[in-house]
């Protein structure tokens, strides 16, 4: 009853927040040095690459689990494809200079043609039907997008879950273990990610009220996995583990 009643108050009090911090205004406007810019045509193309990717690594990750993967990555296969074929198109379209969005960026044409490079190593390991390997290969794909758009100074809130979920995901060999030590030290930082993805939320396709609920969720799932690390429940945290997890996952697909 006590933590149900914790669950609802957090609740309330991240819709309150929220609302503050502007999370139900339209997603028009990203953050570039502190100021806000158009969300342009540029920034949709990316993001509409980053999407792509972010369906053939699930499809990916499904297959290298699956007894018969030839559909998985066939589908994968196709989304690679594409999504390298708009990179490409976006790159040759701004090869003399940088696009407006990656103005601040000094060195734009190397950081493309790194993004590139990777979603092209990634096509050759799924053509090779390595889905382990393409899988840890799309996974470097994307975060080459999150550091080109930190060099650039973009802030975007799925750059911050992603971040998260490299910061979290090797938690769960730790729990594997009980080290329970281990998990308090990493408590802080999910913390502190967990602060920055709600500040501001910029990005995505989901809408305000989508944002919101998930924002939401993601929140209350990590302040219950940080207190089941408190408390030093095993039991609790693998399952508020889980949860955090899932909501994260979920979270970082409508905003990017």
């Known amino acids: 009853m006590v933590m149900q009643m914790q669950q609802t108050v957090v609740a309330v009090l991240m819709v309150s927040l929220l609302t503050l911090i502007g999370c139900s205004t339209s997603d028009q406007t990203v953050r570039v040095n502190g100021s806000g810019v158009k969300l342009d045509a540029e920034?949709?193309?990316?993001?509409?690459?980053?999407?792509?990717?972010?369906?053939?690594?699930?499809?990916?990750?499904?297959a290298a689990k699956a007894q018969d993967?030839?559909?998985?990555?066939?589908?994968?296969?196709?989304?690679t494809e594409e999504a390298l074929t708009k990179w490409r198109s976006f790159h040759e379209t701004y090869s003399?200079?940088?696009?407006?969005?990656?103005?601040?960026?000094?060195?734009?044409?190397?950081?493309?043609?790194?993004?590139?490079?990777?979603?092209?190593?990634?096509?050759?390991?799924?053509?090779?039907?390595?889905a382990a390997?393409?899988?840890?290969?799309?996974?470097?794909?994307c975060g080459k997008f999150v550091e080109m758009n930190a060099v650039a100074g973009l802030r975007r809130t799925s750059d911050v879950l992603f971040r998260f979920r490299k910061a979290a995901k090797p938690l769960a060999e730790?729990?594997?273990?009980?080290?329970?030590?281990?998990?308090?030290?990493?408590s802080d930082e999910l913390r502190k990610l967990r602060d920055d993805a709600m500040h501001e939320p910029v990005g995505g396709t989901g809408t305000a009220e989508e944002k919101r609920q998930a924002m939401i969720t993601y929140s209350v799932a990590v302040d219950e996995?940080?207190?089941?690390?408190?408390?030093?429940?095993?039991?609790?945290?693998?399952?508020?583990?889980?949860?955090?997890?899932k909501a994260m996952e979920l979270t970082y697909d409508i905003f990017l």
């Open 43 to 62: 920034l949709a193309r990316v993001s509409e690459v980053r999407r792509l990717l972010r369906s053939a690594c699930n499809k990916l990750r499904a």
């Open 225 to 245: 996995f940080l207190q089941a690390v408190q408390k030093e429940n095993v039991n609790e945290v693998a399952q508020s583990y889980d949860r955090m997890m």
């Open 96 to 130: 003399d200079s940088a696009p407006l969005t990656y103005a601040a960026h000094k060195d734009w044409s190397s950081a493309a043609h790194d993004i590139e490079t990777g979603i092209h190593d990634m096509l050759d390991k799924i053509v090779a039907k390595h």
């Open 69 to 79: 993967s030839i559909a998985l990555l066939s589908e994968a296969e196709i989304q």
């Open 174 to 186: 730790v729990l594997i273990s009980g080290n329970i030590a281990r998990l308090k030290q990493a």
């Open 133 to 141: 390997e393409a899988f840890k290969s799309c996974g470097q794909a």
